[in-house]
């Protein structure tokens, strides 16, 4: 099965600096690799997601990267905000028609300093 | 509000009760999940359900018995619970198989 692994567990940044986090994935065939956000106490929440066929993709502040030969893919954010502490999961899933069964990794909490 | 919603939020039970935990969307969504997370906030898919078809079932113990009276509720209920069933525990949906998650706000189980 697949497997996810995520890195820094922890990044702490200045406010206005930019913040990567990495994950790699085992599963070659995984198609759909989805970043999400937690809030304490809360549940996650989609910010980006990013489709095989696609290179890079950005949302304002947030963008994500994919290197299938590598089977990496980063999450980048720039002009960090004390709002963007949170959690951050990775995921990927080989979507079929059986259904999209995300494997996340293991998060990487994110600390935006004043 | 449109949302993923559960039911309760926090639960605190005895070792060897049974509980169920609910979970509705209104968001028009066909697909529905279940995801533990542990302690170190590992999430990990328990079910998925399809216009209430089971589509997905992880390895987990029998005691988890996930139920879908129609597709915007899928409730999860737990037999028999032990220590390690501790967690918090979210519902999610999605429009189709295929499509973005949503995620509920999770209910934090407590067995002691």
């Known amino acids: 099965g697949e497997n996810v692994e995520q890195h820094p567990s922890t990044l702490s940044v200045q406010e206005g600096d930019s913040a990567v986090i990495k994950c790699t994935y085992s599963d070659s065939a995984s198609n759909y690799f989805p970043w999400y956000k937690q809030e304490l106490g809360k549940g996650p929440q989609l910010i980006i997601d990013i489709r095989s066929n696609v290179g890079e993709k950005k949302d304002q502040r947030i963008a994500v990267t994919l290197n299938k030969t590598a089977k990496h893919f980063s999450l980048h954010i720039t002009e960090t905000q004390p709002e963007d502490s949170a959690v951050y999961f990775c995921?990927?899933?080989?979507?079929?028609?059986?259904?999209?069964?995300?494997?996340f990794g293991t998060g990487t909490q994110l600390k935006v300093e004043l | 509000d449109t949302a993923v919603s559960q039911t309760p939020k926090y639960l605190v039970t005895q070792m060897g009760n049974d509980k169920s935990i609910k979970c509705e969307q209104n968001?028009?969504?066909?697909?529905m999940y279940w995801y533990k997370q542990d302690s170190k906030k590992f999430l990990k898919i328990m079910f998925s359900?399809?216009?209430?078809?089971?589509?997905i079932n992880e390895t987990v113990p029998n005691r988890f018995s996930p139920k879908s009276p129609d597709k915007a509720h899928l409730n999860l209920h737990i037999n028999s619970l032990e220590l390690g069933d501790s967690a918090v525990y979210f519902c999610?949906?999605?429009?189709?198989?295929?499509?973005?998650?949503?995620f509920g706000p999770g209910t934090r189980l407590t067995v002691l």
């Open positions: 999610a949906s999605s429009l189709g198989r295929a499509d973005t998650q949503y």
């Open positions: 968001l028009g969504h066909d697909t």
């Open positions: 359900y399809n216009n209430k078809e089971l589509i």
């Open positions: 995921a990927a899933s080989l979507i079929t028609g059986g259904g999209n069964k995300l494997t």
